[in-house]
């Protein structure tokens, strides 16, 4: 039975830089960094505890386009404590929208990547 999305794939123009974004400015963990032959690199990464990661691959050895891939929204506990952390470590982040469901906020990563986070309104 399937229980869950395992990954979702970004094509990138260089992992190292793509690493470095998700590491050191998202804070994710590296689950595997591997050599899979013939020029390419299979290179995981998810937040840390998540069942779902992230992989970056080299775009070049695919065959793809840098910035083709999945569009990625993750949970946030407190976005504007969020916002605040990503600041810090030099990420450029969108303000804050209100809607109905919740505030979302954007951050840009490598090769343009949009990655969204979110945290739902309460229900009562």
């Not at 793509?18 to 590491?23: I, K």
């Not at 775009?59 to 929204?73: D, I, K, M, V």
């Not at 209100?98 to 954007?106: D, F, I, K, M, V």
């Amino acid at each position: 039975m399937i229980t869950h999305i395992a990954s979702a794939i970004l094509y990138v123009t260089d992992q190292d830089e793509s690493l470095a974004f998700y590491r050191d400015v998202l804070g994710f963990e590296v689950i595997t960094d591997a050599d899979m032959g013939g020029g390419a690199r299979w290179l995981e990464v998810r937040p840390a505890g998540a069942q779902t990661a992230i992989v970056l691959l080299a775009a070049a050895a695919f065959g793809r386009s840098p910035g083709e891939g999945a569009n990625l929204t993750f949970a946030s506990s407190d976005i504007a404590t969020t916002i605040e952390v990503l600041h810090s470590r030099g990420a450029e982040v969108s303000e804050p929208v209100e809607e109905p469901w919740g505030t979302y906020a954007t951050v840009v990563g490598p090769d343009d990547h949009r990655v969204q986070f979110n945290e739902r309104r309460k229900h009562i």
